[in-house]
Every structure is written in structure tokens, then in C-alpha cells.
């Protein structure tokens, strides 16, 4: 029987194999590559800086809402709001018709300050998002809403 015998690895390929190992090595240490815990809960956005907190209103965080960004939307004092939701991925406030003008013109004027942007407007509307936050507002002629949503 015949034995078959492989040919010795050039220096080449020796020195190839050398590197690949030795980068796969630095890898590890770099990467601290161990029995770590992976933590799949995305960390949360950053939010931009509030720029200019409004003097003549109060957060939707005082009027009793717990969640985020109840600390970034405002309303105007004296406003009636007559239904609210507050969930982890949406803030609702609703109120009176009679009002709707007088919020519409403080969030156009508050909310670029808060951090949000406004991406759309018309009259009796408004469309800004702050990632990963969109809200939106509109009126009628019996009443008005603002919903906040992260989806």
C-alpha cells in the first residue's frame, strides 16, 4: 500500500494562517468576547435638548400624565381637557371645541422649543415628531386633539 503524504504548507500559507489566527485572537480581546450577558433591549434614543421651556402653560407630565414625553408638550393654562390616555407608546389629550384655536397657536409656537419639529401644518392642524416620537393635532368645531405616539 501506497502512502500518500500532503505537501508541506508554504511559508506563505503559514504565515497566512498565522495572521488569521492572530486577527481572530484580537477580535476577542477587542470585542471582550466571554460568557457576556447580550442585551437585546435597544438602549432608548437621545432627545434633543429642550431649548426653551414655556412661561405661560404647564407639561402634560403636570397635568398628571406619567409617561414619555409628557415633560415635552405643553398646553396652555386655562385649557379644558376632557379625555386623556396615557400609555407607554401614546399620550392623547382631548378638549373643548370652544379652545381648539388657542392650543393650536401655543403648541405652533411652543413645541419647536421643546425639541420637536413641525413637519406639516394647516389651519386647524399640525403634524411634528421628535424620534422616536410623531404627534399630531387637530381640531373641530366641537372639539380638539393631541396624540403623541411612539411606534
Do not use: K
Not at 435597544?42 to 409617561?67: D, K, V
Amino acid at each position: 500500500m501506497r502512502q500518500v503524504t500532503q505537501p508541506r504548507p508554504s511559508r506563505l500559507q503559514r504565515s497566512g494562517r498565522v495572521l488569521c489566527v492572530g486577527l481572530a485572537l484580537g477580535l476577542i480581546h477587542l470585542t471582550g468576547c466571554s460568557a457576556a450577558v447580550v442585551d437585546d433591549e435597544p438602549s432608548p434614543p437621545t432627545l434633543p435638548p429642550i431649548l426653551a421651556t414655556p412661561t405661560s402653560g404647564r407639561s402634560l407630565a403636570a397635568l398628571g400624565y406619567t409617561h414619555e414625553p409628557a415633560d415635552r408638550i405643553w398646553l396652555p393654562f386655562g385649557v379644558t381637557v376632557t379625555y386623556t390616555a396615557d400609555q407607554p407608546n401614546t399620550l392623547i389629550a382631548v378638549g373643548e371645541g370652544s379652545e381648539a384655536t388657542t392650543v393650536e397657536l401655543y403648541l405652533r409656537e411652543t413645541l419647536p422649543g421643546l425639541g420637536w419639529t413641525i413637519t406639516d401644518q394647516a389651519a386647524g392642524g399640525l403634524l411634528f415628531e421628535m424620534p422616536p416620537w410623531q404627534g399630531a393635532y387637530a381640531q373641530g368645531t366641537d372639539t380638539w386633539a393631541l396624540t403623541v405616539r411612539n411606534d
